[in-house]
């Protein structure tokens, strides 16, 4: 369901992001909507639970979303994610790990909402920013061979702040980079090896880079 909701979506912000907005219009409301594409590289706060099923605590995530800004000042964005991943099932026996060989696919998807402030001027090309914001992540996860109730799927609420800057490289497109912490406690650590390393939190810290498309 979310192959076909993310496509769509990207869709529609370049569809809302790319009508011309009459200039008297901008005169009267200055309002601009900048439809990007995204992609991060998160570092999961549950390390030991993601080292031990996919190898690694560093995953990307790919998606989109629209940014609204006001007066070049204020603005809210509006960002859809998506993480997809296989690796393999684990337990912890005497203090070791041992992988059972059996595939174990997840997949994480944020829809995130944040505002905040950019320190923009006249004619001034790098725009810092820094924001706060909500988010609703959706996790499942399913494997081969799972008893009932091992195959998973729930949806929580977390926190995020973001701070970065934007140049601009012409009137209509724009780049930004940015850092990235989320907070999503209780998602994790109800059972099999999050539990075991008392891990809860599926946040993190990361790195995100965006292409905007708009003034």
């Known amino acids: 369901m979310t192959r076909r909701i993310l496509p769509v979506f990207l869709a529609a912000v370049l569809i809302i992001g790319g009508r011309a907005v009459p200039a008297s219009a901008q005169n009267a409301w200055p309002v601009s909507f900048k439809p990007f594409f995204v992609v991060t590289a998160e570092g999961f706060a549950a390390e030991k639970t993601f080292d031990a099923i996919f190898g690694e605590s560093v995953h990307p995530l790919f998606g989109g979303g629209l940014e609204v800004t006001f007066k070049n000042r204020f603005f809210v964005d509006l960002t859809v994610l998506h993480f997809s991943e296989t690796g393999e099932r684990a337990i912890v026996l005497n203090g070791q790990l041992f992988h059972l060989g059996i595939p174990l696919r997840a997949t994480l998807t944020p829809i995130e909402v944040s505002a905040g402030y950019r320190f923009a001027g006249h004619g001034r090309r790098v725009v810092p920013y820094i924001g706060a914001g909500i988010g609703s992540y959706r996790v499942a996860q399913e494997s081969d061979l799972a008893v009932p109730g091992e195959n998973v799927e729930d949806r929580h609420v977390g926190y995020l702040a973001v701070g970065g800057a934007e140049i601009r490289v012409g009137r209509w497109l724009g780049f930004s980079g940015d850092v990235q912490y989320t907070h999503v406690p209780g998602i994790l650590g109800e059972g099999g ?19 905007l498309v708009g003034r």
Do not use: A, C, P, W
């Not at 891990?199 to 990361?206: N, Q, R």
């Open 193 to 211: 090896i999050s539990q075991h390393f008392d891990e809860d939190d599926l946040g993190g810290l990361s790195v995100r880079f965006r292409v």
